[in-house]
């Protein structure tokens, strides 16, 4: 039987930490997963019999199955209405989630062996994505000592002229970073530049701590594709909600929307009782999400101040933080031993492309139990 390069690569082995996870698991040790950015886990759930009544009334109006290759209009205007830019509703496209519509965006502007620029640190799905469609990731630098602000001249040094895209995540994961008006007008004018889209995936635009931040659906780049949708916005990752706002120069747009338009009739991926949910989800979600949105931001203050004297970038958004750390040990070595002797699972920087000593960990855990665990963890360090 022949498989293909992609399919010979698994099952990858896993790595040393997870080794170790399983064998704690199968041992019934308990310990206290500090990485999980699922809220669900956490307590944070969209009220469920409000969410029956929702989708009770959508199910009723996707009856009759009538599909739409953009996504039902009345879910892609209620989209665009709840927008930080000037998009319409033919600007946007549905995807039943942020790393489908990674995948479009690559199938729409990349041949074989092009090149995409991605933030290091980077959350390590990318690679994986980009592996599908058998384009490269090249890899620009966040840097640390400026609260993980894009370092523009090594972004410049990496663009080819197989270059065809670059990616930014605001609030960016691990790190938190957000960007802001500044950094907007560099990437939008590096874009015109060199005629390069931006993929811009702001799934945690609703959890910005510090600062107002910079949709980059705004800015003046000749084709921007703005990622969001359900998972993060209303803790609602199994509806599998999300979306694209295709801005630019029109012909640019115009260009892009029928391309994602052919690949989406190709698969109609998207649920059509969830579509007709959206416009309800928007509108009778706000209370939800102020509280979601106020959690977030306690206990994001409850790491900072367990953390107090500790030296790092304090996160502006999202739901993450780097840690620095200066002992001289292996940083899988290091998450191996916290999770043997505090109960304690938090990721090895290496795990994001982060150099040198650093742990990743989430702040979205229940107040007792984060602070129990940001002191043993503190402590221990």
């Known amino acids: 039987m ?17 080794v170790h996870k399983t064998k704690l698991t199968e041992a019934d040790r308990q310990f206290t ?38 996504g039902q209009q009345c879910a892609r205007a209620a989209i665009a209405f709840h927008s930080r ?5 033919k600007q946007i496209l549905l995807t039943p989630g942020t790393s489908v519509a990674y995948w479009y965006c690559f199938k729409v502007l990349c041949e074989e062996s092009d090149e995409v620029l991605c933030p290091s640190p980077s ?31 090594h972004l410049e040094s990496k663009i080819t002229a197989k270059t065809r895209a670059i990616i930014v995540i605001s609030p ?17 004018e590096i874009a015109r530049h060199h005629k390069l889209a931006i993929i811009s995936d702001e799934v ?9 931040g910079t949709s980059l659906a705004k800015i003046s780049g000749p084709l921007v594709f703005t990622l969001n949708g359900f998972s993060k916005m209303f803790a609602l990752p199994g509806l599998k909600i999300a979306w694209m706002e295709v801005s630019g120069e029109t012909d640019f747009v115009k260009k892009a929307l029928a391309a994602l338009e052919i690949i989406s009739d190709s698969f109609l991926p998207v649920n059509e009782i969830a579509q007709f949910a959206v416009p309800a989800i928007f509108q009778k ?29 304090q996160p502006s958004g999202g739901f993450y933080l780097v840690l620095p750390y200066q002992r001289d040990i292996d940083d899988e070595d290091l998450a191996i031993e916290l999770l043997d002797e ?29 602070k129990d665990c940001l002191r043993r963890l503190r402590s221990h360090l």
């Open 33 to 70: 997963d500090l990485i999980s950015g699922n809220v669900n886990e956490q307590g944070l759930v969209f009220p469920q019999d409000l969410l029956k009544e929702i989708l009770s009334k959508a199910a009723g109006d996707a009856t009759t199955y009538k599909p739409e290759p953009l």
């Open 342 to 370: 505090e109960g304690i699972l938090v990721h090895p920087g290496y795990f994001y492309e982060i150099e040198n000593s650093h742990l990743v960990l989430s702040f979205t855990q229940p107040a007792t139990i984060l």
């Open 285 to 313: 979600g706000q209370s939800f999400l102020a509280h979601y949105q106020s959690q977030i931001r306690k206990r994001r203050d409850i790491a900072l101040s367990e953390l107090k004297g500790l030296q790092f970038a």
């Open 204 to 212: 945690f635009r609703e959890f910005v701590f510090q600062g107002e």
């Open 172 to 188: 960016h994961n691990p790190t938190g970073m957000v960007v802001d008006h500044f950094q907007a007008d560099k990437l939008s």
């Open 123 to 153: 959350y390590p799905l990318f690679e994986y994505i980009a592996n599908l469609c058998g384009v490269l990731i090249r890899h620009y630098k966040l840097k640390e000592i400026e609260n993980w602000a894009i370092d523009f001249d």
């Open 85 to 89: 830019a000037e998009t319409t509703d």
């Open 2 to 18: 022949y498989f293909s390069t992609f399919a010979t690569q698994f099952p990858a082995p896993k790595n040393r930490l997870y």
